[in-house]
């Protein structure tokens, strides 16, 4: 089985941190290791012991002076949207009749589909995403190219076929038993084949007739290891006209509440104009309100308010919503989030920014045992960050005194080009590690 000693600043969380102080919230090691065998974590430690017993021989990635994290996480985002990201000028509603509609009609042609898919989880790798949950096209074949893509590279990744049956063009509606059955076969095939994870996905109420409210129910009491995904109330219009179509409902949130949909491995889109009411009901239920703050400003949609959720004890987690978000980076999505709730007097302290990005998304997806920290056992799916990525952020960082500083300088600054490597299961994706310098480390322990 192949090892490797990943040698950096290691930083991984244990806990939400509850201040800048909750130095119990995380581990740091200065001059860290984490060491792989087979695709998976052995331990963490100081490098000086780990490698010891590591043994000798074993390669070295030596990343230092870089900050090796748990691989970062994206809870919601379209990978049939990844060449409509910047499409101008419109809100929700009309955004996705002007673009989203049209665009996603390509992906009938599995030769597109194919492309765009190995395109959008080379992004993500390198944005230093390792694990992402994305609704496909209403087409299987696009779902076929999404779960290839993943597995080609060997990605733990959400996904699922989106089901539309009203409001939109003809190309891209399915009908209720159409939507169950290619679902059905879709889970069959791919929903824990590898690291593959299946998200049954009605795009939203406005999109879905009753009838499609109804297979989708049944579809999530088939097969409750799946995920679920949807959109709410993220537009008012959008608000007005779902509620419109289902005037039974108390509101928004009712709608998918009345047909089962709400459960703890429910992932919601948005939620930024919910009443307390609301909110209230995706506490009881377990289900996850998705911050995606690019996307919110993107589309003039509005501002989530995180204290909210976190008062009336309803979880949240954080995504890039690539179309409509405007980055497939999760540090340039921290680094708006820090904005949104900071103009709603709401803070989002560096620790937190980097626990949500880790171990608070995996948890909000309930795959902490697998992914989002380093402990022993965990999926070798590993970030290396730097900090001075940037010339700016060079300039900056001789500034920087303490942990704290440097992260909101990463989360404030950062991109893509401060992500140095991404092991995907213990394979490095970019390349850009001194592997194998195996030499150097055997004459430093000697
Ligand atoms: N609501 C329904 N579909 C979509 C979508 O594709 N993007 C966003 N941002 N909201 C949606
Ligand atoms: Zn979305």
Redesign the pocket.
């Known amino acids: 089985m192949s090892e490797l000693l990943i040698r950096g600043r290691v930083l991984t969380f244990l806990a939400e941190p509850q201040g800048i102080d909750d130095t119990a919230a995380w581990r740091y090691i200065e001059d860290g290791a984490v060491f792989v065998r087979g695709g998976k974590v052995v331990e963490i430690g100081e490098h000086a012991e780990v490698s010891r017993r590591a043994g000798p021989g074993v390669a070295v990635a030596d990343h230092r002076p870089h900050l090796v994290l748990p691989g970062l996480i994206d809870t919601h985002l ?1 990978f049939p ?1 990844t060449q409509a990201i910047a499409s101008y000028g419109a809100q ?1 509603l009309e ?2 009749n002007t673009y ?1 509609f049209v665009e996603e009609q390509k992906f009938a042609e599995a030769a597109h589909a194919a492309a765009v898919a190995d395109r959008f989880m080379d992004e993500l790798i390198s944005n230093g995403t390792t694990t992402a949950v994305a ?1 496909c096209s209403v087409h299987p074949e696009s779902v076929e190219a999404y779960f290839s893509a993943a597995e080609a590279r060997g990605m733990r990744m959400v996904g699922g076929k ?1 089901m539309m049956d009203r409001n939109a063009p003809d190309a891209l509606r399915d009908t209720p038993q159409q939507g169950y059955d290619e679902t059905k076969r879709l889970i069959e095939k791919w929903h824990g084949r590898g690291r593959a994870h299946y998200a049954i996905s009605p ?2 109420a ?2 879905s007739t009753p009838g499609q409210m109804e297979m989708s129910q049944a579809l999530v009491a088939e097969h409750p290891t799946c995920f679920v995904q ?2 709410l109330s ?2 008012r219009d ?1 608000i007005a006209f779902a509620t419109s179509l289902y005037p039974q409902a108390k509101d928004y949130t009712d709608i998918y509440a009345r047909y089962g949909l709400l459960n703890d491995r429910m992932l919601l ?2 939620c930024i104009h919910l009443g307390d009411r609301e909110v209230s009901v995706l506490a009881e239920t377990g289900a996850v309100g998705v911050f ?1 703050p690019t ?1 919110n400003l993107f ?1 003039g ?1 509005g501002l989530f308010d995180r204290d909210r959720f976190d008062r009336l004890g309803a979880r949240w987690s954080v995504a890039t ?1 690539v ?3 405007t980055s497939f980076s999760m540090l340039e999505t921290m680094d708006e989030a820090y904005k949104v709730l900071h103009l709603n007097g709401q803070k989002l302290t560096p620790f937190n920014s980097f626990y949500r990005l880790t171990l608070g998304n995996a948890r909000a997806l309930g795959l902490e045992k697998h992914i989002g920290s380093l402990h022993a056992g965990a999926d070798a799916d590993i970030v290396v960050l730097d900090s001075s990525g940037k010339s700016a952020m060079e300039y900056r960082m001789r500034t920087a005194t303490s942990l704290a500083e440097e992260l909101f300088i990463l989360q404030t600054m950062g991109d893509d080009r401060c992500v140095a490597e991404v092991y995907v299961a213990g394979k490095a994706m970019k390349g850009k590690g001194k592997v194998g310098a195996s030499e150097k480390r055997v004459l430093e322990t000697a």
């Open positions: 379209h949207q929700l955004w996705l989203i609704y989106v795009r939203f406005i999109t949807t959109h993220e537009n959008e889109g948005h995606c996307s589309l949609s919503d179309g409509a978000g």
